[in-house]
C-alpha cells in the first residue's frame, strides 16, 4: 500500500458529508418555504376575480384576507409550541399538507363561503411552516451559520412572493383555477422531499414534555405599557398602513382599469419585486448614513406621499408604475423598524420578537378588513386611509419612539412580562 492510500481520510470526508447534508437540508427547506409563499403570492391576484365571480365587494375581500392573518396569528405560535414537543419534521409537512389542500379547496370553490374556509383551513395548517423552518435552522446549526441559513430561507420567501403573481397571472389566462391546481401540485413535491430527504433536527432527549399556549392576548396588553410599546405601535402601523392597499389593490386595478388576471399578477410581481430591490439596494445606505430611526420617518412620510400618487394615477402603466414607487419607499420600514425593536429590547430577544410577530399579524387583520370596507364606499379611501396611518406612523417615531430610552434592563411590570412571555 502506498504512502498515499495509508494516509486516513475519514475525517474529511465526515466534513465533506456533512457539508453536503447541511446543504441539501438548507435547500429542501427553501424549497418549502418557496413553495408556500408562493402560494400567497397566486392567491392574492386572482381573489378579486372570484370576488367578482361571487357576487362580493371590497368588504367581503377584505374580510378573506384578515382570516388568512387571524389564524396564522393564533395558530403560528401553537404549532412552533407543538413542534418543541413531536419535532418539527412531522409539523413541517403538516403546514405542506394543509397548504396543498388549502390550494385545491381554492381550485374547486364555487362559492364564497368555500374561499373562507379554503382560506381559513390554510391559515390553520401552513402557519406550520415558517415558524417550523426557522426553528429547524435554530436546532441545525452553528451562531455563524445561522444567519446564513435565515438568509436563504428569507430569499426562498422572497422569490415566492415574486414569481407566485407572475404565475398566477400566466395561468389563470386558461381558468381562475388552474394556477391554484399548480400550487397544490407543488405542494407534494416539496411534501416528498421533505419526507424522503430531510431528517428530524430536533431529537428526542431535547423535547419538552409540555407548553404554555402560543399566543396570549394579556402579554400583547402588558407589553403595550412596557418601554417596548411604542415599538410594538410602530410595527403594528407599518403592517396596517401597507395593507390596507395591499388587501384592495387587485380589486382596484379591476374596477378601474378592467384589468384581467394577467395585469393583476404583474402588479404583486411588481410589488415584491420592487421591495427586494429596495431592501438590498436602499436600506444599507439609509441605515448607514442617517441611522434606523430616520430612515423609518423618511420611509413613513415617502409612502404616505406614493400613496396618494397611487391613487391618481390615471391610466394602469401608470398605476404599475406608482406601485413600484411605492414599493421603493416603503421597503426601509421593515428591516428599520425591526432593527430598533432589536437594538432596545428590554426583554429578551426571543420575547421581543415573538410579540413583534403577533402585533405583525394584528396589522394584517386590521388592514385588508379597514381597507376592503372603505372600499366599498370610495375606491380611492383605501389609499387615503393608508396614506393618513403612514402619517401617523411619523408622529409615533417622531414623538414617542424618538424619546424612548435605548435600553434598561427589565423591572416591575416588564420584569413580570418577560417572566410570563418567555415561559
Not at 405560535?77 to 413541517?92: C, Q
Not at 382560506?119 to 426553528?135: F, N, Y
Not at 394584517?364 to 379611501?381: E, H, N, S, T
Amino acid at each position: 500500500m502506498s504512502s498515499t492510500e495509508a494516509i486516513p481520510r475519514s475525517g474529511p470526508d465526515e466534513s465533506d458529508t456533512r457539508t453536503v447534508t447541511d446543504r441539501r437540508n438548507l435547500l429542501v427547506l427553501g424549497f418549502a418555504l418557496f413553495v408556500v409563499t408562493l402560494g400567497f403570492g397566486v392567491v392574492m391576484p386572482i381573489i378579486p376575480f372570484y370576488m367578482e365571480r361571487f357576487g362580493a365587494g371590497g368588504t367581503e375581500l377584505g374580510l378573506l384576507v384578515a382570516a388568512y392573518a387571524i389564524m396564522r396569528l393564533f395558530f403560528g405560535p401553537i404549532w412552533g409550541g407543538v413542534s418543541d414537543r413531536v419535532g418539527r419534521k412531522p409539523i413541517l409537512m403538516l403546514g405542506i399538507l394543509g397548504y396543498g389542500i388549502a390550494m385545491v379547496g381554492f381550485g374547486l370553490a364555487t362559492a364564497l363561503w368555500m374561499m373562507f374556509a379554503a382560506r381559513i383551513l390554510s391559515g390553520v395548517l401552513s402557519s406550520a411552516t415558517s415558524p417550523t423552518t426557522m426553528a429547524y435552522i435554530g436546532d441545525s446549526t452553528s451562531e455563524e451559520d445561522r444567519s446564513q441559513g435565515m438568509g436563504l430561507l428569507g430569499a426562498a420567501a422572497g422569490l415566492g412572493t415574486i414569481f407566485g403573481p407572475a404565475l398566477a397571472g400566466v395561468l389563470a389566462n386558461r381558468s381562475l383555477s388552474t394556477p391554484f391546481f399548480v400550487a397544490g401540485a407543488l405542494s407534494l413535491v416539496a411534501l416528498l422531499l421533505v419526507r424522503l430527504l430531510l431528517p428530524e433536527s430536533l431529537p428526542e432527549s431535547k423535547r419538552r414534555t409540555s407548553g404554555e399556549p402560543g399566543w396570549d392576548p394579556r402579554a400583547l396588553g402588558r407589553s403595550l405599557f412596557s418601554p417596548v410599546g411604542p415599538l410594538m405601535v410602530l410595527i403594528f402601523i407599518v403592517t396596517a398602513g401597507s395593507m390596507i392597499m395591499y388587501g384592495v389593490i387587485g380589486l382596484y386595478a379591476l374596477d378601474r382599469f378592467d384589468a384581467g388576471t394577467t395585469e393583476v399578477g404583474v402588479i404583486f410581481a411588481v410589488l415584491g419585486l420592487f421591495m427586494a430591490v429596495g431592501q438590498g439596494l436602499l436600506v444599507g445606505p439609509l441605515t448607514k448614513n442617517f441611522g434606523d430611526l430616520r430612515a423609518t420617518q423618511v420611509g413613513f412620510l415617502a409612502s404616505a406621499a406614493s400613496l396618494l400618487i397611487v391613487m391618481w394615477a390615471g391610466s394602469y402603466v401608470m398605476l404599475v408604475a406608482s406601485i413600484g414607487l411605492f414599493a421603493l419607499c416603503s421597503s426601509p420600514l421593515v428591516p428599520a423598524v425591526t432593527s430598533i425593536t432589536s437594538k432596545r429590547a428590554v426583554l429578551s430577544q426571543g420575547v421581543t420578537m415573538g410579540l413583534s410577530n403577533s402585533f405583525i399579524s394584528l396589522g394584517r387583520i386590521f388592514g385588508p378588513a379597514l381597507g376592503g370596507i372603505v372600499f366599498d364606499v370610495d375606491a380611492a379611501l383605501p389609499f387615503m386611509c393608508g396614506s393618513a396611518v403612514m402619517v401617523v406612523g411619523w408622529l409615533v417615531t417622531a414623538r414617542w419612539v424618538e424619546a424612548t430610552p435605548e435600553s434598561r434592563p427589565p423591572s416591575g411590570a416588564d420584569a413580570l412580562l418577560l417572566e410570563h412571555t418567555d415561559r
